[in-house]
């Protein structure tokens, strides 16, 4: 596991009390946020995960760490023990 992936998370619990898109991300970003990381298996762990995500959507790292914050914010998404976050919605839903 790769610590540079997991510290940028650590912070997810504090976006909790108000789960407002970030910064600098439209509708549109984060429907191709939902496509790109469903592409990939719905999960965003590593580099080999946030890499083809930024390129699918044009979001930098730190655009794309702060989404997936927000998709688990607004309960769209859930934490995982490596760190990681794994979205529950659209094709991603559990079943």
């Given at each position: 596991m790769n610590i540079r992936?997991?510290?940028p998370m650590a912070g997810v619990g504090l976006l909790t009390a108000c789960a407002m898109a970030p910064e600098g991300?439209?509708?549109?970003d984060l429907a191709a946020f939902d496509e790109a990381v469903a592409s990939i298996g719905c999960e965003?762990?590593?580099?080999?995960?946030y890499l083809p995500v930024e390129l699918q959507t044009g979001l930098n790292r730190e655009q794309v760490v702060q989404t997936a914050a927000f998709r688990v914010?607004?309960?769209q998404a859930v934490?995982?023990?490596n760190g990681?976050?794994?979205l529950t919605t659209g094709s991603c839903a559990p079943v």
């Open positions: 992936f997991v510290a991300v439209s509708q549109e965003l762990v590593g580099e080999s995960d914010a607004a309960e934490q995982l023990e990681g976050v794994r």
